[in-house]
């Protein structure tokens, strides 16, 4: 089925005849019981129930009309912004970011942006740090925010500008005995069920931070694999294990856990990465690169002040 087809099928409807939708969409109403004719064949039932006048829709007809509605109003929108695009009255800039990114430089960029450059639009997708240099290279992204321990092998088209370094600390629940402690060495994790995160096939993350634990000399205990940080987050909360965050995630995110230091462990931050493809000119991704890197000083700022 084509738009026009869906166009003309909802116009019957909405007309309550196809004489009366041919005079309002301007066509021969040949045309109209043409272009009706193709999506019945193509769904193997009819849309409309021709024996009676006016006619009405049939089950399958009253199934397709609010979804072709839908699609009809988002192919006016894509065309609309797309002329917009084009004629440069607004600008747009898709972004991925990590969910961990939501409790640091990805608000604080996004407010400072839209101030200075209210007529782009922003997209803002969800997608784990291994899922971003795929979608940047097939044009699906302009810029992603990730978190990395180790930066994956280089790739000539991708750039990884950083951000700024995030320490571990441990979540852990409001009740648990080391919840009133500023700060723990890392021998004191050795019975602890952790929590990891996230989930997922492509990511290394959480081989990575139970990595770190191992080189420091703990075997950890692995109580629940959550699919993303914000599940893990609330499984701590539960009391149901503790995990180790970015110092950053604490700041301020949850009240039902306590978000303390951990010293001697081996490699002990994360860095936050802008990543972008190589060599490709933009003033929306520059102004944008621009407020992320305003952001992760920010933090950096923030959090060596409350270590003073």
């Not at 990114?101 to 996004?110: D, E, H, K, M």
């Not at 306590?258 to 462990?265: C, E, I, P, R, S």
Request: hydrophobic share 45%; proline share 6%; glycine share 8%.
């Amino acid at each position: 089925m084509n738009l026009r087809q869906l166009r003309y099928f909802c116009g019957v409807i909405e007309a309550g005849s196809a004489a009366a939708a041919a005079e309002r969409l301007h066509v021969a109403p040949t045309a109209i019981s043409m272009q009706l004719a193709r999506p019945e064949d193509i769904l193997g039932g009819e849309l409309f129930d021709r024996s009676r006048r006016p006619m009405e829709p049939t089950a399958l007809g009253r199934f397709l009309q609010p979804r072709a509605k839908e699609l009809l109003l988002t192919a006016a929108r894509l065309e609309d912004d797309s002329r917009a695009v084009a004629a440069g009255r607004i600008g747009w800039l898709a972004v991925g970011y990590t969910r961990s990114s939501i409790f640091s430089v990805l608000p604080l960029a996004v407010r400072a942006f839209k101030d200075t450059h209210p007529q782009v639009r922003l997209e803002l997708l969800t997608l784990l740090s291994e899922h971003q240099p795929e979608q940047l290279l097939a044009g699906r992204i302009q810029v992603g925010v990730a978190r990395y321990i180790e930066l994956p092998a280089p790739d000539p088209k991708l750039v990884y500008t950083p951000l700024f370094a995030d320490p571990f600390c441990l979540a852990v629940p409001l009740r648990h005995p080391l919840s009133g402690r500023k700060a723990v060495s890392v021998a004191e994790l050795e019975s602890l069920a952790f929590i990891t995160y996230p989930k997922d096939v492509r990511s290394h993350f959480s081989g990575r931070v139970l990595g770190l634990l191992r080189r420091s000399g703990i075997e950890p205990l692995v109580a629940h694999e959550a699919l993303e940080i914000h599940t893990a987050l609330g499984l701590v909360a539960s009391g149901l294990g503790c995990a180790l965050v970015g110092r950053s995630v604490g700041s301020g995110s949850r009240r039902d856990i306590t978000f303390v230091d951990v010293t001697g462990l081996q490699g002990d931050a994360s860095t936050v990465f802008a990543v972008t493809r190589a060599a490709e000119p933009s003033k929306p991704l520059e102004a944008f690169l621009a407020a992320l890197l305003a952001a992760g000083r920010t933090i950096e700022g923030g959090a060596a002040h409350a270590n003073t």
